[in-house]
């Protein structure tokens, strides 16, 4: 009877054993990418360097301090900080926007809706970088075909220095991300599209709802789950945002810091700044980041889960 009980036993730990086997590539993988740096920032920015690596003195929050206190950093993080504010509400509304518009157009078009989906999902598979190094060319004052174009339509008033000039520069910023990045959401809605089923719709025509009424009252609830979802994509890629704004300003946020955002100050205090405690500042810095990312993520689900707890 012992022994049968011992067999039991072991056939019921022999799944969890088996689940740790597969488990554990893929936490070590994620433990030396992600959770070790994570971890040896937070340790760095609690220590004061001198000479790089050569260790001074355990300093507990002076480097948070330094940022919010001296200068340069008074004036250069609460404009990157706005910066990174202000391409996420334009992303938000426009990308979200036009992309739920382009979702649900595309779902009325039947089978030849996958060509448009590739289509829009294709600037997203470029990287960043050249994406960014390509609209440059695209917008040059001297020779780029977008002011070319408008001289030839007589509107040389609206060909002017579109990275050159710190009124368009965040803008075109903006515009730009929304082009290559719109078809994250083109897909995702697209997705949830495809889940509702039809009858919902049927019947609300049935008592007489109109295109609108079966969108607003029908469609959009049951897109909650999907909206809260690229909302908070979105706000953790407007955050985190370095390649596209680096490929348009450099090091330095050009013009006149329009296009600094917060990863291009820290790339900018880490690599650029040759000060003695650059690793311990820059750590700071990259924490912070961190920690108003995922408290805006843990925000924005909560939000959206009442949303979805109001619908239910």
């Given amino acids: ?14 799944p969890a054993i088996v689940v740790a086997l597969f488990i554990l590539p893929a936490f070590a993988l994620f433990a030396a990418v992600l959770l070790y740096p994570m971890a040896s920032a937070l340790g760095y920015s609690l220590f ?25 950093f008074v004036e250069q993080m609460p404009r990157a900080f706005l910066h990174n504010i202000a391409i996420f509400a334009g992303t938000l509304v426009l990308q979200n926007s036009a992309g739920l518009f382009l979702a649900v157009q595309l779902h009325r078009l039947g089978p030849v809706r996958r060509l448009f989906q590739v289509l829009y999902t294709t600037p997203y598979l470029v990287s960043p970088l050249v994406v960014g190094y390509l609209w440059t060319l695209l917008l040059s004052p001297t020779f780029g075909p977008v002011n070319a174009a408008l001289d030839a339509l007589g509107l040389d008033s609206l060909a002017v220095s579109w990275l050159g000039e ?5 803008p075109v910023l903006i515009l730009v991300s929304v082009w290559q990045w719109i078809g994250f959401p083109v897909l995702l809605y697209g997705a949830a599209l495809g889940a509702i089923p039809p009858e919902l719709n049927d019947a609300a025509s049935v008592d007489g709802a109109g295109g609108w009424r079966r969108f607003r009252h029908v469609t959009l609830p049951l897109l909650t789950p999907v909206i809260g979802t690229v909302s908070i994509l979105t706000f953790i890629g407007a955050m985190e945002m370095f390649t596209l704004p680096y490929a348009f300003g450099g090091a330095t946020g050009s013009p006149a810091g329009a296009t600094d955002v917060l990863s291009v100050l820290f790339f900018r205090v880490s690599f650029q700044s040759g000060a003695s405690n650059a690793l311990g500042v820059s750590s700071a810095l990259a924490t912070l980041l961190f920690l108003f990312i995922l408290g805006g993520a843990l925000l924005g689900r909560r939000v959206i889960r009442a949303q979805e707890e109001k619908l239910s």
């Fill in 1 to 14: 009877m012992a022994q049968t009980t011992k067999n039991a036993s072991s056939v019921q730990r022999a």
């Fill in 48 to 72: 004061e360097w001198r000479g790089g690596t050569n260790l001074v003195r355990f300093n507990w929050f002076d480097n948070f301090v330094v940022l919010f206190t001296e200068h340069p």
């Fill in 166 to 170: 710190p009124a368009t520069a965040l």
